[in-house]
T-cell receptor, first 113, second 113 residues
Framework: ETGVTQTPRHLVMGMTNKKSLKCEQH?????MYWYKQSAKKPLELMFV???????ENNSVPSRFSPECPNSSHLFLHLHTLQPEDSALYLC????????????FGPGTRLTVL | AQSVAQPEDQVNVAEGNPLTVKCTYS??????LFWYVQYPNRGLQFLLK??????LVKGSYGFEAEFNKSQTSFHLKKPSALVSDSALYFC???????????FGKGTRLSVIA
């Protein structure tokens, strides 16, 4: 698990706050991902970055804004969230390729009040 | 589009007994199949994958999975369950090319001493 780290591990925020989630990978990968995991639902892919370029945006609301300054770091900026955005947010990384394994961080448990 | 089904929300097994967690998939081409495990308050941990070759794939912690093309299945198995195997298990599938990794909704395995 130390290959992909996420901070903070827990976050409580109000609907008017602005916060950021951080992900860092130490595996030399060139692709990074944000997923949302809600109770009783499959993992939802939110964003994909390959070589720092965003290649996937699965109709995610604009209150979620990703940033990938380099191939090792990925951020998710949050603003004016809704209570239904409360979930576990998982970051993953991989070499880019259909057969390559994605490795996940421990996640950030987000609660929106 | 590819999809994955995990037909059981919950599987209960006695310690020492064999366990099976079921997964079926749907793709238009050749599938690349993955199993992940998630322990409480942790991210997803890679167990094993099938890309090509031998239909029986061996992975971490004594787990294995069998690829069955005619039944479009990739069931996860272990000959003798441990209490520490209790966790949430996810099957995932991807196709060749720039396609996302699609996850099932997960199966909760409970191993009872």
């Amino acid at each position: 698990e130390t290959g992909v780290t996420q901070t903070p591990r827990h976050l409580v925020m109000g609907m008017t706050n602005k916060k950021s989630l951080k992900c860092e990978q130490h595996l030399g990968h060139n692709a990074m991902y944000w997923y949302k995991q809600s109770a009783k639902k499959p993992l939802e892919l939110m964003f994909v970055y390959n070589f720092k370029e965003q290649t996937e945006n699965n109709s995610v609301p604009s209150r979620f804004s990703p940033e990938c300054p380099n191939s090792s770091h990925l951020f998710l900026h949050l603003h004016t969230l809704q209570p239904e955005d409360s979930a576990l947010y998982l970051c993953a990384s991989s070499q880019e390729g259909s057969t390559d394994t994605q490795y996940f961080g421990p996640g950030t448990r987000l609660t929106v009040l | 589009a590819q999809s994955v089904a995990q037909p059981e929300d919950q599987v209960n097994v006695a310690e020492g007994n064999p366990l099976t967690v079921k997964c079926t998939y749907s793709v238009s081409g050749n599938p690349y199949l993955f199993w992940y495990v998630q322990y409480p308050n942790r991210g997803l941990q890679f167990l094993l994958k099938y890309i090509t070759g031998d239909n029986l794939v061996k992975g971490s912690y004594g787990f294995e999975a069998e690829f069955n093309k005619s039944q479009t299945s990739f069931h996860l198995k272990k000959p003798s369950a441990l209490v520490s195997d209790s966790a949430l298990y996810f099957c995932a599938v991807r196709e060749l090319g720039n396609t996302p990794l699609v996850f099932g909704k997960g199966t909760r395995l409970s191993v009872i001493a």
